[in-house]
């Protein structure tokens, strides 16, 4: 059982380029989230899932992308990277009982120079 | 505006004494709060959580206590073991339409000291 899948682990983009972080589950979690973590800024929602077909903006969605067509795969885009967007990015899936929260990624850690 | 609190971005504790990490929540609408352990490398690993309508919950050596009117909630670590060193996140959810999204906390670094 993988659980929660990213790829890739570690990633350096210059400014002005555009990729796309994986996210992939399977468990058959309805909900699926982006966070990023920063320091002393703990983990932020970029955006989120709650289930196929059906997205909505979490804290910080401004400069990422996200669809959902699949119930296992849940992929971030970055449209136009900027250094403000160095970061670790988690992705996490989870079900619709609330006591067991939600189950993480191992992060891929973004450098954009 | 943040909705998930931790005021104490460190703590350092005696091995084998209590650890005490403190949150403060603003939404009334969230119904579960849950506690994330994350290691250095690593994403966060769930802990223990607790229901809105309950003040406790325990498991093992980690136990959630709930005040709801104060509209905090503590997690104490008993004994404390050098494997508890990590960061520690408060984070609560609600269960109705738009609100079931995860909010985390800024996190508190515990340290246990041999």
């Known amino acids: 059982n993988a659980g929660v899948t990213q790829t890739p682990k570690f990633q350096v983009l210059k400014t002005g380029q555009s990729m796309t972080l994986q996210c992939a589950q399977d468990?058959?979690?309805?909900?699926m989230s982006w966070y990023r973590q920063d320091p002393g800024m703990g983990l932020r929602l970029i955006h989120y899932s709650v289930g196929a077909g059906i997205t909505d903006q979490g804290e910080v969605p401004n400069g990422y992308n996200v669809s959902r067509s699949t119930t296992e795969d849940f992929p971030l885009r970055l449209l136009s990277a900027a250094p403000s967007q160095t970061s670790v990015y988690f992705c996490?899936?989870?079900?619709?009982?609330?006591?067991?929260?939600?189950?993480f990624g191992s992060g891929t850690r973004l450098t954009v120079v | 505006d943040q909705q998930v609190k931790q005021n104490s971005p460190s703590l350092s504790v005696q091995e084998g004494r209590i650890s005490i990490l403190n949150c403060d929540y603003t939404n009334s609408m969230f119904d579960y709060f849950l506690w994330y352990k994350k290691y250095p490398a690593e994403g966060p690993t769930f802990l223990i959580s607790i229901s809105s309508i309950k003040d406790k919950n325990e498991d093992g050596r980690f136990t959630v206590f709930l005040n709801k009117s104060a509209k905090h909630l503590s997690l104490h670590i008993v004994p404390s073991q050098p494997g508890d060193s990590a960061v520690y996140f408060c984070a609560a959810r609600g269960t109705n339409f738009g609100n079931e999204k995860l909010t985390f906390g800024t996190g508190t670094r515990l340290t246990i000291i041999p």
């Open positions: 468990m058959n979690h309805e909900y």
């Open positions: 996490a899936s989870s079900t619709d009982r609330e006591a067991y929260g939600y189950t």
